[in-house]
């Protein structure tokens, strides 16, 4: 699917962020667009992970605009985000060990009924999390021993494909992963690949936080670069200019 240029999903405009003496962010834009993946890259300490925690309402900008679908949007905390449409997988994934597939993709987000009760007064529907988490998994192409067992009995390319299918689920803007094949084998790694790029099919907006330059260059449309708080390239990433980017990324480049 070919990203749609004139309606970024998400725009970023001069972004700001300071702690203390850090100026972590230092006048960052950049827009991601349905249908692609955008890779974030950057040496330790670029930005990249201030970058994404802003635009999941973890930190709030010191100064900078951010819009979604070209509305200007103010995300105090990472609920407010989610409520946005943004959904964020970090490297700790966040599951829980002792659910199952379904009941962590649900989990905060039961389905309930009657609809006409207070919340707290009505019945989980398990049933029908367990029928729409195992459509949305048989949709991505995600592959699971037993959708009865719990997260813990499963591997670690499992557990990465739950948590970024239960991503892709309620983030109706955008899907931010944040090395997603870190401390992966390859037959793992391929997996969890094939799973973004399954994203991407269906018209996601994916930003990809990843060291692996071949990913980068697997998967990715277009790559921006951080260094030192600042965005110092963006490129679309290939073999030709791959020497290009990893220049970028450690300052070999002015």
């Excluded at 649900?106 to 049933?127: D, H, K, N, T």
Aim: net charge positive; aromatic share 4%.
């Amino acid at each position: 699917m070919t990203a749609t240029r004139s309606n970024p999903v998400l725009a970023i405009r001069n972004a700001e962020k300071q702690f203390g003496a850090v100026h972590a962010l230092k006048g960052v834009s950049l827009e991601a667009h349905r249908g692609e993946v955008l890779a974030l890259l950057g040496d330790n300490g670029a930005g990249k992970s201030t970058l994404v925690k802003c635009i999941s309402g973890v930190h709030g900008l010191d100064a900078g605009q951010i819009f979604l679908e070209g509305e200007k949007v103010s995300l105090p905390s990472p609920a407010a985000a989610r409520r946005a449409g943004i959904e964020t997988v970090y490297q700790d994934l966040a599951l829980f060990d002792n659910l199952t597939p379904a009941q962590n993709f649900y989990c905060g987000r039961e389905i309930a009924f009657p609809s006409w009760l207070p919340a707290g007064l009505r019945f989980l529907s398990s049933r029908k999390m367990d029928r729409e988490a195992a459509a949305v998994l048989e949709r991505l192409k995600v592959k699971l021993p037993k959708l009865e067992s719990p997260v813990a009995l499963m591997s670690g390319g499992q557990r990465q494909a739950i948590a970024v299918a239960r991503a892709s689920v309620f983030a109706r803007k955008l899907v931010i992963l944040d090395e997603p094949t870190a401390a992966l084998g390859l037959r793992e790694s391929r997996k969890v690949l094939d799973l973004v790029a399954q994203l991407r099919v269906e018209g996601n907006a994916v930003i990809l936080i990843t060291h692996n330059m071949e990913h980068v260059l697997e998967l990715a449309d277009r790559a921006v670069v951080l260094r030192q708080g600042r965005k110092v390239g963006e490129l679309k990433p290939d073999r030709n200019n791959q020497q290009q980017l990893v220049s970028l990324i450690v300052g070999a480049e002015s």
